[in-house]
Structure formats: structure tokens, C-alpha cells
């Protein structure tokens, strides 16, 4: 279930239906304002929407006080085990504190730090990690520790409603993929303030991020979590950013850049695709508008599911088409393929729509033409996907199985169905970063 409450991070809505956030953590010391404020921006120029630093000792405070003036985007105070580092973080201006409640110092030193977050209308996220749960629960973590995590942030919810403050988010944070998953599925059913998704300690660029695109991804699904921190091990938290980001792109939750799609590739690869798609996405990165590119690595199947794209290229071994919504824009030859791929979308960009030749895009709609024509033959992963959705089309339909000929007859098989995006489960969550 969604949460129904809503705070308010400087200026940025966590949960009850706002976008959901992304953010990071810095991993400068605090107290070198210098190189943090550079990471800060680094941060807030991916894309991050909060940023989260730690501040474990005095001199991280009085940095604080200069970076939430500074920051781009609301500064959260990271605390642990020290309530007047809390409290004066608090005072410093931090748009929000996050504290853990269980290793703070007990009932009456949360109580200290609430009243002053009340006093500065500070929001806070209270959180639990596996691994610090209360002594009281060891117990039942032995037996369940889903059950252990959710029951320790339900008490911590529970101490912050008997200090009649309301004003926080809750995290759930365990290095177990299916747990954290688990345990927020059911907190979501318990109550209904903001969730805080991460999986903790994830790991490196490439498991890490798969990581939390599974566990991350499947709750997002599901309408579970607000916002969002994907942990890498790794300097560079704008890397972290940039995931947190691909998973709500992937899931059409927001809209923030370009979308790249490109092919697998297979044997019928004509030309040096894992270059030109490196170039592209490269390319791509100092684009703000969410225009989709797609790169396919030959013409054998026409344009198929990336018609869909707004832009894209397919080659053949010396020439290549450049296509737009579907329809062919133009042949060019191979070298200057991206090129004039990107000076059709900044023209595109610039006038507000796409301008075909009508010469140039019969030439480009003749020579996939032929391409198709003489590769009609051809059993493509594309064409055998398309049988095969034919097949349980047919099957759905009560028709029983349809057999799989061993290759399209009468020339290439065309798939237009329209993706089923309402049936999406993430249908009507869709927002778009302004
Ligand atoms: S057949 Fe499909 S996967 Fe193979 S290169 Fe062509 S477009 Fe890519």
C-alpha cells in the first residue's frame, strides 16, 4: 500500500502519491566543505533530489551550517549514537535528520532530540537496519527476522506518536534482498507514514545496482517506497543517482533524460554496434529532455518494436537509416551515422518536431525495403518473439497452441502491438521531473 502521509524535505514531498524522490549520500567528510559541496553538486547535477551527509563529529556540524546554505537540494543529517549532534544539526538548518532511534541513547534522549525538530518543523527518518535491532527483539530475529525488522520500526513509529510528532519517514534497511522486500511489503501494511527504500551495504557498481534494481524495483512496483537510495561501493555518489534514476525510468514512475534501447545483438550484426551505442549513450547524458533512441544492429527485421522510439539508427555493412517515430528520416553512410543521428534530434529539438524530406525518406523506406525483403527468410530473435506473442495470442484467445513455423512466410512478420502500459502496474504513478 502507498503511504498517505506526506513530509515535506525543504520544499521537496515524500510520499502520499508525490514523485518519488531520489537520493545519496556523500562520502567526503563533512567537515571539508570544499569537496563535499563538490560532491553535492555532482549529486544534484544527476539528477538527486536530497542529499544525505554524515555528521559524527562537531566539526561536521559547523560544515552543515554552511552546506545547507549552500546545497542545491535539501541537505539531510546523517546521526548516529550522539542525540546532541541530532539536536545541533538540527539547529545548524539540516532540512532533515535521520536517526535510528535504537542506538540513540534511549526513550527520553529521541524525546530531546523531537522536541527541538518540532520546534524547527525539522522532519526526521527513523530508521532500522538489520543487525541494531533493540535487545528485546533478538529473539524473534532468531525466529523471523522479517517479522523482527518490521516489529522494531512499528515501535519506533509507536514512540514518536506517544511524543504527538508525525513529521518522519521510515526505513527498513537489510543487505538481504527478499527481506528488505518482505519487510516492507508488510511495514506498508502497517502504517502509513513515508517509506525510505535501500538495500544496505549492496555492494558494487554492477551487483549493487542489480541488486537494487530487483529489491528496489520490486517494491516500486508494487506502490511500496517514496524515496529512494541505492548504496554502491563506490566514490563517485552520483553513480548512485544515475541508478536510483534508471529504475524509475525503467518503471515509468518519472521521466528525467533520454531512454536508450538497443538490441542484443546477434550474428547478423553488421557493424561495430558496442561502440556506436557507447558513443550514443555518452552523447545522450548532456540531454535533458526525455527523448528515446533506439539502436538497432541491423535492418533484417525493419524497424519493429523500436519504431516506437523517437529517434533512431539501424545499419547494414557500408550505409545506415536514421528513423524517426516509425518512419524512415534518411540513408546516411555508416561513419556518419551518430552524427547525423544527433543532428536530427537537436533540429528536432530546436524547431518542436521532426522534419522528413520527402525524397530522403522514400530512398531510407526503399532501402529497408529490400534489406527485409532479402533476409525474409531470416528466423530473428525479433521474428521469433513475435510468433511466439502470436502463438499465446492465439492460445489466449481459446484458439489453442499455434504451431511455430520454422520461418515467417510472405516476408517479414510486423509487430505494432501497442505495449500493454495500462495494464502496468506502476499505471497512473507517472510523473515528470519539472
Ligand atoms: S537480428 Fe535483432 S538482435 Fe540481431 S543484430 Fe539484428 S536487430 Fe540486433
Known sequence: MASKRQIDVGGVKIGGGAPVAVQSM????????????????????AGGDLVRCAVPRERDVDALKRIVVESPIPVIADIHFNHTLAIKAIEAGAHCVRLNPGNIGGPEKVAEVVEVARRHATPMRIGVNSGSLPKHLHALERENSVEALVQAAVEFVELMERLDYEDFKVSIKSTSVPNTIASN?????????????GITEAGTKWSGSLKSAVGLGTLLADGVGDTIRISLSTFHAEEEVKVGWEILKALKLRERGPVLIACPTCGRLQFDMDT???????????????????????AVNGLGEAAQAD?????????????????????????????????EIDRSLKVGRTVFDDAEAAAGAEWLERIEEENAGELTPERLAALEAKAANAEAMGGGATALPMAPAGGAERRQVKLGEDVSPTAGRRFTRT
Open 26 to 45: 556523500t562520502k567526503t567528510e563533512t567537515a571539508d566543505f570544499d569537496a563535499t559541496m563538490r560532491q553535492i553538486r555532482a549529486i544534484a547535477d
Open 311 to 343: 529517434f533512431g539508427i539501424t545499419g547494414a555493412k557500408n550505409e545506415g537509416l536514421i528513423f524517426a517515430h516509425g518512419k524512415p528520416l534518411r540513408k546516411v553512410p555508416q561513419e556518419r551515422l551518430v552524427d547525423e543521428l544527433f543532428a
Open 185 to 197: 511489503r508488510l511495514l506498508s501494511e502497517r502504517i502509513d507514514y513515508p517509506l525510505h527504500l
Open 276 to 298: 556506436v551505442v557507447a558513443e550514443i549513450e555518452q552523447r545522450l547524458e548532456s540531454y535533458l529532455e526525455p527523448v528515446e533512441v533506439a539502436v538497432l544492429g541491423c
